[in-house]
């Protein structure tokens, strides 16, 4: 089954930058139209990675060695997937990554993003596969887990790879009433007029976004070249019995 390669690159934890790419090629173990996928992503990185130090300095140069060179060129698909993602781990920033794309088996495919099941009556398990989809549908999980007074609630996040935050807010809106400053996203456009990362003063002048979605948090970086993620108070009901959260090396 011929494959198509997906490059996602995002950088955006606590006072990095934000950055998603998506490269969309023909999967093929060519070294030269492998080595044209390789230049593709490297030339996209360095125009649009927020901190352009990132991709200036050692760790970046051996990182290009690495991929431009024959014998990583030569892996099959399996393999030189590893490879890329081997070396991005030592690069001074995060959420670098390549995926091969394919259809998803059947089995995955009927599988719910966000679901609710109950292993005891007063247990409740929200396995949530990815942050994605609409958020609307976690708000009401977390209702009926609230209304039904549940002794204890498992967030099962094993193997979810992230995703964008809308339903992210609606767990959390469900877990406690406190505001939560979860951190400053930033744009080359940043960088460009300030040149380093925010202090914590500067950190306290970038505006927060005023709606939480998506579509708002795109314009904002776009216009200011930065967005602060705050998730307000409220006095709404939220979870009071134990929490545990699953994780593991693919979260």
């Not at 040149?195 to 776009?222: C, H, R, T, W």
């Not at 019995?241 to 693919?250: A, E, K, M, S």
Request: net charge negative; charged share 20%.
């Amino acid at each position: 089954m011929t494959q198509s390669p997906r490059l996602v690159i995002c950088v955006g934890l606590l006072l990095a930058g934000v950055f998603i790419l998506q490269i969309t090629a023909q999967a093929s173990s060519e070294p030269s139209q492998r080595l044209a996928l390789v230049e593709r992503v490297i030339v996209t990185a360095e125009a649009a990675v927020a901190d352009p130090r990132w991709v200036t300095g050692a760790a970046w140069n051996q990182f290009k060695i690495t991929l431009r060179s024959p014998e990583i060129l030569a892996l099959d698909d399996r393999s030189f997937l590893s490879a890329f993602n081997e070396a991005a781990q030592l690069l001074p920033f995060s959420h670098f990554r390549l995926h091969w794309q394919s259809p998803p088996e059947a089995s995955l495919a009927e599988q719910p993003v966000v679901a609710l099941d109950w292993p005891a009556d007063d247990v409740a398990l929200i396995r949530v596969r990815g942050f994605e989809g609409e958020p609307e549908v976690m708000a009401q999980m977390m209702g009926e887990v609230i209304a039904a007074s549940a002794r204890a609630l498992i967030v099962d996040l094993r193997g979810n790879p992230g995703g964008s935050f809308p339903t992210a807010v609606a767990l959390s809106r469900g877990l406690r009433r406190e505001a939560v400053d979860a951190g400053a996203f930033l744009t080359r456009g940043w960088y460009a007029r300030h040149g380093k990362a925010p202090d914590a003063e500067a950190y306290q002048m970038i505006a927060p976004l005023e709606v939480l979605e998506l579509s708002a948090f795109a314009e904002q970086l776009k216009r200011e070249g930065a967005a602060r993620l705050v998730l307000p108070g409220h006095s709404s009901d939220i979870h009071q019995g134990r929490l545990v959260i699953l994780t593991d090396g693919q979260t």
